[in-house]
């Protein structure tokens, strides 16, 4: 079976970079939206793992992964662009049945909220005053870090399967974002031992706290995303249903000043910031831009 599986893993990737007579959808939706930005993929690669098996009687599901990787030309500038797929492959009595997509962007850790009378509590806190919490927001660390870790994961920090506000939070504070509210969960922005705050892990609970924190890390929201900087962050709500379950940060900019941004649950490197080649995608998304406001 695991013969069969590393023939199917082979498949996959030849079909998705080489096999022109069957192209794979992720990458005839990213070849769409490049020519929008005029740009185009000079070469494409693909590396398969995988990760976890398990059975049971006559029945096995594996999980695997495709880590894509496309060299992107945009007039005088190259990109570089990372993406993990993850996918399960499930056999009966040996022949393969069904292999799929997770799709697992999105996803509303609900171990850690799920009631919008905790959002409105996090409001009313973050509206407090509180002693003015004065910082200096290092871009360049913030964007360091979420090179480091893009595709990995701090041991330092508790890792989630739902993992992108974690991942955002995380480069954040490497920046110098400063910490606050501690130990009441539903206020202001920490991670303490082994605990966190609401806003530290859960996308909407962020983009809550960006948008009203008056103290330590604050934001402006901005309507344009060539508007921000190295280091800032989009949140994106994919239904367009008031609920914001995605965050990402800025790492570069494209050759037409559009941001390109790294992010974790779908491990993405200098990823275009629209999400429009996602499987997550929707005609109803919406988006926020939230530049960091520090005290220089």
């Known amino acids: 079976m695991i013969k069969q599986l590393q023939e199917l893993l082979e498949r996959?990737?030849?079909?998705?970079?080489?096999?022109?007579?069957?192209?794979?959808?992720?990458?005839?939706?990213?070849?769409?939206?490049?020519?929008?930005?005029?740009?185009?993929?000079?070469?494409?690669?693909?590396?398969?793992?995988?990760?976890?098996?398990?059975?049971?009687?006559?029945?096995?599901?594996?999980?695997?992964i495709v880590h894509f990787q496309y060299l992107i030309k945009q007039k005088d500038q190259f990109i570089f662009e990372e993406e993990l797929e993850h996918r399960i492959a499930s056999f009966y009595k040996g022949s393969l049945m069904s292999d799929q997509e997770l799709n697992v962007i999105g996803q509303t850790n609900k171990t850690d909220i799920n009631n919008l009378a905790?959002?409105?509590?996090?409001?009313?806190?973050?509206?407090?005053?509180?002693?003015?919490?004065?910082?200096?927001?290092?871009?360049?660390?913030?964007?360091?870090?979420?090179?480091?870790?893009?595709?990995?994961?701090?041991?330092?920090?508790?890792?989630?399967?739902?993992?992108?506000?974690?991942?955002?939070?995380?480069?954040?504070?490497?920046?110098?974002?400063?910490?606050?509210?501690?130990?009441?969960?539903?206020?202001?922005?920490?991670?303490?031992?082994?605990?966190?705050?609401?806003?530290?892990?859960?996308?909407h609970a962020l983009k809550l706290y960006l948008s009203t924190s008056k103290d330590g890390l604050r934001a402006k929201e901005v309507k344009d995303p060539r508007e921000l900087l190295l280091g800032d962050v989009i949140c994106y709500d994919f239904q367009g249903n008031g609920r914001f379950d995605h965050n990402t940060i800025v790492t570069a900019k494209d050759a037409l000043g559009y941001p390109l941004v790294n992010a974790h649950t779908t491990n993405s490197r200098m990823r275009y910031w629209s999400y429009e080649d996602s499987t997550a995608y929707t005609d109803q998304i919406q988006y926020k831009f939230y530049t960091i406001v520090d005290d220089n």
């Open 12 to 64: 996959r990737v030849d079909q998705c970079v080489n096999d022109k007579s069957s192209p794979c959808i992720k990458i005839e939706k990213k070849k769409e939206l490049l020519a929008k930005r005029d740009a185009e993929i000079v070469k494409a690669n693909a590396k398969g793992k995988i990760v976890e098996k398990s059975s049971k009687v006559d029945l096995s599901n594996i999980h695997y």
């Open 118 to 203: 905790i959002f409105n509590e996090m409001v009313s806190n973050y509206d407090k005053t509180e002693e003015r919490l004065a910082f200096h927001y290092d871009r360049r660390k913030a964007v360091q870090y979420a090179e480091r870790y893009w595709n990995e994961y701090n041991p330092q920090y508790q890792k989630f399967t739902d993992d992108c506000t974690n991942f955002i939070s995380q480069c954040l504070r490497a920046g110098g974002a400063p910490m606050r509210g501690y130990p009441n969960r539903s206020r202001g922005w920490w991670y303490q031992g082994g605990t966190w705050s609401y806003s530290w892990t859960v996308a």
